[in-house]
């Protein structure tokens, strides 16, 4: 029990997350800087939910073509 | 968003250096402790806790002699702005580590002892969501959250091991010293890194109401915790012996197990320890989470953390979902927490002595810049 953990595969997760952070980060501090007027910060948080956003597509391709070159 | 005001009192100081303490690693303290000095594991968990007290002190003799600045910044004053680059990034990696080993500790305890069924990958994103999204919180509301906390982590654990002392055999406490023990060192450094997530104070004290408190409450924060903790080994080793407890895993668990409450109102009362225990690494977590955004917006002197409390939740799943099994989860921890000490007690002290040697002082800086 102790040295198999119960996982079940963790990438899935980790593209929904890095997904859905870019989608937050967009929508939420992204528009609260540009309201507030923090452009340095502004600045950041879109280079941030670019990064996570990047990270996530490549991710996704890479997974989708994984398990189509598996399952060929 | 503009700079928090000087809002934290010493008792809310003290209640972060608890509440981040007691967290994930009390349920395999008593392992630890056993493992190092067998029936010597109260005197091992005591020179752990004296040795946290003299790292936090450190820092507290610091944030005193800064009182404006965290250590971010402080650190750029007294060894110069790309060295302590290296300590600040050293900061981060760090806090980062700890954050995703914490939070896979935390999964690994639920899916094997109350969710079964459950993917453990689910168990750590729900936890790192939750500090995530607390950490979004300025330093006056994340030291609310441990103050408000503070009586609900302290109060079942003191309960546990005031009910598990009835059955307890004292001859199991015998000799004091361990039969021989050969990793006391070992042992110390292992408990003392337990204690780690009390740097927190170093980000804390620039937002104290009275920054020259910081040692009183740095010391009471030890006290209380290093004294639970203390009780805890003493509990679980006089309940189970030092043998029994190298077969389990995680001892303090199974001490409330075994436990009821008198006339057995409550049979077992682990389910509800359990709950508690939840509360007490959220506060843990958020900690080391909170200290892992801090360190990078200082380090870049931006005025918000929240974009960062975000864009890392991925990165610290992937570092938590890293070790294959509990095993190697473990033996990651305890690497990880020796080295740590480095950080966390070195690093201060060579900060504190440059500091007086160079005669470096702070003054009234924006502890943002």
Known sequence: MFTDSNSTGYIG???????????????????????????KEWKVSIILGWINLAVGLILLILNQMTEWLGSR | MSQPPREITMMQAITVIVSSIIGVGVLALPLFAVQAANSGAPLVTLLGSLLATFGLSLIAMLGMRFPDQ?????????????????????????????????????????VTSVLKNTPVEVTVIVMLVLAAISSRNNITTFAYIHFFYFPLLLVPALIIVALS???????????????????????????????????VMSIIIPYMKNP????????????????????????????????????????????????SLPANILERIDAAFLAVWVTAVFTTLLTS???????????????????????????????????????????????????????????????????????????????YH
């Open chain 2, 289 to 367: 989470y909170f200290m892992t955004i801090y360190s990078l917006t200082a380090m870049l002197k931006l005025k918000d953390h929240k974009m960062f409390s975000i864009f890392f939740l991925p990165v610290i799943f992937i570092l938590a979902m890293q070790p294959k099994s509990i095993i190697s989860m473990y033996s990651t921890i305890t690497i990880f927490g020796k080295i740590g000490l480095v950080l966390t007690i070195g690093y201060p002290g060579i900060l504190l002595l440059i500091a007086i040697l160079r005669k470096k002082k702070g003054g009234t800086v924006d502890p």
């Open chain 2, 212 to 259: 020259q408190k910081a040692i009183h409450s740095s010391l009471w924060g030890l006290l209380i915790a290093g004294g639970l903790y203390v009780m805890i080994v003493i509990a679980a080793v006089s309940r189970f012996g030092s043998e029994e407890i190298l077969k389990l895993l995680w001892p303090f668990l199974e001490l409330a197990k075994a436990t």
């Open chain 2, 165 to 199: 002392l009835k059955t307890a055999e004292t001859i199991y406490l015998q000799p004091i010293y361990g039969n021989a023990p050969t990793n006391l060192l070992q042992g110390t450094l292992v408990i003392a890194a337990l204690f780690q997530p009390a740097f």
């Open chain 2, 70 to 110: 965290s250590i971010i910044l402080y650190s750029e004053v007294i060894i110069g702005k790309w060295l302590a680059l290296l300590g600040n990034l050293a900061i981060f990696f760090f806090f980062a580590m700890l954050t995703s080993l914490t939070a896979r500790e935390f999964g690994e305890v639920v």
């Open chain 1, 13 to 39: 997760y980790a593209i929904s997350l890095w997904l859905v952070t870019a989608a937050v980060i967009f929508f939420l501090d992204v528009r609260t800087y540009r309201r507030t007027g923090q452009n």
